[in-house]
């Protein structure tokens, strides 16, 4: 049983377009998150929900808008796509003792 | 803010050498810390954590302790395999404040190892 999944795993797509990022986790956490890391590896928190309440926001240009549907669900959804946005997004789900649980990344690539 | 500072990739070692990736950081309160490895094209995968001063965090035959003397949480192994070839984050997270738990990583260090 996979903990936390995304879809899709690779994005491709061209600069303007709109495009969304699924991620649901069934370990029955309450809080998730998106991190973003870029082409040297670099990790970065974007956004953050608690039981569906939007808790973190880190400074992301507003075309990027999380929504939180269920505790078990948080969607990423990017506007206006553009070439610096291209970068693998992370989901994952906070444990009891303060320990995150990654999904397997998306990768974006906008050409 | 929190910040985490690791040391300078890559690593080159081979099979059976001996590992250490220097970790050290900085936070108010008391975090906790933790080592994520990253296999090629996979995702995060929690490699061992602790919580409270002087904790040895073990999986894998991987070990670090966390010394808030002198604000570390080094990572070592004995005795390293080409299977261990990845990249190895260090992270911390404050539960309290405004951090809401939000992991702060390091820049990671990729580790190579040949037969």
């Known amino acids: 049983d996979t903990a936390v999944s995304q879809t899709p795993k690779y994005l491709v797509t061209q600069m303007g377009n709109d495009k969304s990022i699924k991620c649901e986790q069934n370990?029955?956490?309450?809080?998730m998150y998106w991190y973003k890391q870029d082409s040297k590896k670099f990790l970065k928190i974007m956004f953050s929900y608690n039981n569906k309440e939007l808790i973190i926001n880190e400074t992301v240009p507003n075309r990027f808008s999380p929504k939180s549907p269920d505790k078990a669900h948080l969607n990423l959804h990017i506007n206006s796509l553009e070439l610096g946005d291209s970068a693998v997004y992370f989901c994952?789900?906070?444990?009891?003792?303060?320990?995150?649980?990654f999904g397997p990344g998306t990768r974006l690539t906008v050409t | 803010g929190n910040s985490v500072t690791q040391m300078e990739g890559p690593v080159t070692l081979s099979e059976e050498a001996f590992l250490t990736i220097n970790c050290t950081y900085t936070?108010?309160?008391?975090?906790?810390l933790f080592w994520y490895v990253q296999y090629p094209g996979e995702g995060l995968q929690l490699l061992l954590k602790?919580?409270?001063?002087?904790d040895k965090g073990s999986n894998k035959g991987f070990e670090a302790t966390y010394r808030k003397e002198t604000t570390s949480f080094h990572l070592e192994k004995g005795s390293v395999q080409v299977s261990d070839s990845a990249v190895y984050f260090c992270?911390?997270?404050?539960?309290?404040?405004?951090?809401?738990?939000?992991?702060?990583f390091g820049q990671g260090t990729i580790l190579t190892v040949h037969p």
């Open positions: 994952a789900s906070r444990g009891r003792v303060h320990e995150q649980y």
């Open positions: 992270a911390l997270s404050n539960a309290g404040g405004t951090s809401y738990g939000k992991l702060t």
């Open positions: 936070a108010t309160g008391y975090p906790s």
């Open positions: 602790a919580t409270k001063a002087d």
């Open positions: 370990l029955g956490h309450d809080t």
